[in-house]
């Protein structure tokens, strides 16, 4: 089983890896810092095809990468997580619209969301089950690094993380992503707890 988030960027801007990096650094130590985590999980970064033959990763490139290329983020033998680099299409157009039809949330950044599909493009952030911990935080991180880079919004739409509180906008990702004290949802409060613990952290929810 696969979740995603999707990042719809308003700036007209295509970050760099190593600007993605620099950000995910600063975010990921207060983090750790807030959880009382040592900085000791380490994690790789590769480009591969669909036939999974890896190319050459420069840290000075965009990310709007090659054509039928991806960018793998792993570390140890799991799967790890995946980002691509997605045209708007019809079918993106048809998806938003069904969705601010149908919810709240959507419709009031219903303007915003149109004007992040004049841009063309987006970004897809996809994870699979049974990962290191260290990957499941970098799920939702890479994902909020890329946005706040590019006044982003993120989505999902099969609950990669509490399906009512999107969309969001970039600003106010970071502020419930792996927060237990804020998350509401049972399954996803309790997937924040244990990931935590499992980095050598420790949660106080009084």
Known sequence: MSTSFEIFPVANKI??????????????????????????????????????????FDPSMHLSMLPDY????????????FLYYMKVDRLTYR?????????????????????????????????????EPIIDLLFGYVT??????????????????????????????FKFYFIPEVTKDLDCKEWSIKTIVNLGGSVNLL
Do not use: M
């Open 15 to 56: 970050p760099t890896f190593d600007e993605v990096n620099k950000l995910l650094e600063t975010r990921l130590v207060e983090f750790f810092q807030r959880y009382n985590i040592a900085n000791i999980h380490n994690y790789s970064i590769t480009l591969l095809n669909n036939d999974r033959v890896t190319n050459k």
């Open 70 to 81: 991806y960018c793998h983020f792993y570390s140890g033998p799991t799967e790890g997580i």
């Open 95 to 131: 998806i938003w619209q069904d969705e601010i039809e149908d919810k709240l949330a959507a419709r009031r950044v219903s303007q915003t969301v149109y004007k992040a599909l004049k841009n063309g493009y987006y970004w897809k952030v996809k994870r699979y089950d049974n990962q």
């Open 144 to 173: 909020g690094v890329i946005a706040e880079l590019v006044d982003g919004i993120i989505h999902t739409d099969d609950y990669a993380w509490e399906p009512d509180l999107f969309p969001v906008f970039s600003k106010d990702f």
